[in-house]
Antibody
Framework: QVQLVESGGGVVQPGGSLRLSCAASGFTFSSYVMHWVRQAPGKGLEWVAY????????YYADSVQGRLTVSRDNSKNTLYLQMNSVRAEDTAVYYC??????????WGQGTLVTVSS | QTVVTQEPSFSVSPGGTVTLTCGLS?????????PSWYQQTPGQAPRTLIY???TRSSGVPDRFSGSILGNKAALTITGAQADDESDYYCVLYMGSAIWVFGGGTKLTVL
């Protein structure tokens, strides 16, 4: 069955960096576009980033443009989110999700990122 | 800045019917926005309910249905059950590989 497992979350200082991973299994990873979605504590969901099959075309929410970078390694069935110059407002649970017909078909369980000094 | 609007909260009686809506701060929602709906309980990942306006995701009971009502997308729950008490989120595809979530609706079944 489809499984998405995020990792890499933790506490990071403002201005610091962190890399999240999402390990995919149970499907042909290279055949699906992927997303990152986040949820700040007690808040709603926010779409963050999208990456196409070849990893070249990437799109971002305005709130993270220039600071967060999505990438993928199809040989390792893994999606990444490089977080640089993090801010307090980046504190959230980060979910990876598999796309199907413009929606988020499958979700991981999420990994918590806390930006704090 | 596009804002997707949802009712902050709603309540329904057990066995009752409720319709949650998903609109735009400017303009109308159409099928081209590919509206989708997600259910989330505290501490859990979202669960996909409806996509492409009215297609139920695998395993979702048919008491959940999606539609366009007027200028909004809508999620209707028929015969509400206690375990439907959750947060519900819609998301719209805005084109150019951009998606925008609504703020979510907290549904109470009482």
């Amino acid at each position: 069955q489809v499984q998405l497992v995020e990792s890499g979350g933790g506490v990071v200082q403002p201005g610091g960096s962190l890399r999240l991973s999402c390990a995919a299994s149970g499907f042909t990873f290279s055949s699906y576009v992927m997303h990152w979605v986040r949820q700040a504590p007690g808040k709603g969901l926010e779409w963050v980033a999208y990456i196409r099959l070849d990893g070249i075309n990437k799109y971002y929410a305005d709130s993270v443009q220039g600071r967060l970078t999505v990438s993928r390694d199809n040989s390792k069935n893994t999606l990444y989110l490089q977080m640089n110059s993090v801010r307090a407002e980046d504190t959230a649970v980060y979910y990876c999700a598999r796309d199907r017909e413009y929606h988020f078909e499958y979700w991981g369980q999420g990994t918590l990122v806390t930006v704090s000094s | 800045q596009t804002v997707v609007t949802q009712e902050p909260s709603f309540s329904v009686s057990p066995g009752g019917t409720v319709t949650l809506t998903c609109g735009l701060s400017s303009g109308s929602v159409s099928t081209s926005h590919r509206p989708s709906w997600y259910q989330q309980t505290p501490g859990q990942a979202p669960r996909t309910l409806i996509y492409s306006t009215n297609t139920r995701s695998s395993g979702v009971p048919d008491r959940f249905s999606g539609s366009i009502l007027g200028n909004k997308a809508a999620l209707t729950i028929t015969g509400a059950q206690a375990d439907d008490e959750s947060d519900y989120y819609c998301v719209l595809y805005m084109g150019s590989a951009i998606w925008v979530f609504g703020g979510g609706t907290k549904l109470t079944v009482l």
